[in-house]
């Protein structure tokens, strides 16, 4: 199947400070990638839906100035923790879906964020 | 308001066992219904996906049974193995939504040896 990267997989950064998770997919060119974040023992949360060349469209309760999602080619999504503070401490996911007659999301590795 | 229920939120299975795990929708319009399989600290991986169209799929050791009227779901691991050990979501989407997925609560499974 596709691949999708995301970078990094572990990331501890102090509270007040800003974190950048980048979200790549290798092999295909996504014109669509879905941001989640899992707390422990918890299912996957859709935080953001991110399309290429627009604006992101957020999940209520989802704060946009704070989680900024940019799509700024087919291949490449970050999403960035401004002000980061410990209960934005999470398990951090991405997935892409292949545009065309599959319905498959692929999803990256994770990011580790631990804010302290 | 849970738009998908999965059940059980664990369960322990012995090596050779069947492991089955439900899940429950209530939005009519979904179109698509995959399972993910997670180890800890990584991603979900899809393991198999059905849509509404039709009533089982297996692939492997591993199949879905559908029942639309019922809006119901549920995945079988037949001949389970330490190595399945896992947390497995149901997920559901609609094609309207940009298969937008919508994740049940997750089953912790536990194969022992």
């Known amino acids: 199947g596709a691949v999708v990267s995301q970078h990094p997989s572990r990331v501890i950064c102090k509270s007040g400070t800003s974190v950048k998770i980048e979200c790549r997919s290798l092999d295909f060119q996504a014109t669509t990638m879905f941001w989640y974040r899992q707390f422990p023992k918890q299912s996957l949360m859709l935080m953001a839906t991110s399309n290429e060349g627009s604006k992101a469209t957020y999940e209520q309760g989802v704060e946009k100035d704070k989680f900024l999602i940019n799509h700024a080619s087919l291949t490449l999504s970050t999403l960035t923790v401004t002000s980061a503070h410990p209960e934005d401490s999470s398990f951090y996911i991405c997935?892409?879906?292949?545009?065309?007659?599959?319905?498959?999301?692929?999803f990256g590795q994770g990011t580790r964020l631990t804010v302290v | 308001q849970q738009q998908v229920k999965q059940s059980p939120q664990s369960l322990i299975v012995q090596k050779g066992g069947i492991s089955i795990i439900n899940c429950a929708y209530e939005?009519?319009?979904?179109?698509?219904f995959p399972w993910y399989q997670q180890f800890p600290g990584k991603g979900p991986a899809l393991l198999i996906a059905i849509r509404p169209d039709v009533s089982e799929k297996k692939e492997g050791r591993f199949t879905i049974s559908f029942n639309k009227s019922a809006k119901q779901f549920s995945l079988h691991i037949m001949d389970s193995q330490p190595g399945d050990s896992a947390t497995y979501f149901c997920?559901?989407?609609?094609?309207?939504?940009?298969?937008?997925?919508?994740f049940g609560k997750g089953t912790l499974l536990t194969v022992n040896p």
């Open positions: 997935s892409a879906r292949e545009p065309g007659s599959s319905t498959e999301a692929f």
């Open positions: 997920a559901a989407s609609l094609r309207g939504s940009n298969y937008k997925l919508t």
């Open positions: 939005n009519t319009a979904f179109d698509y």
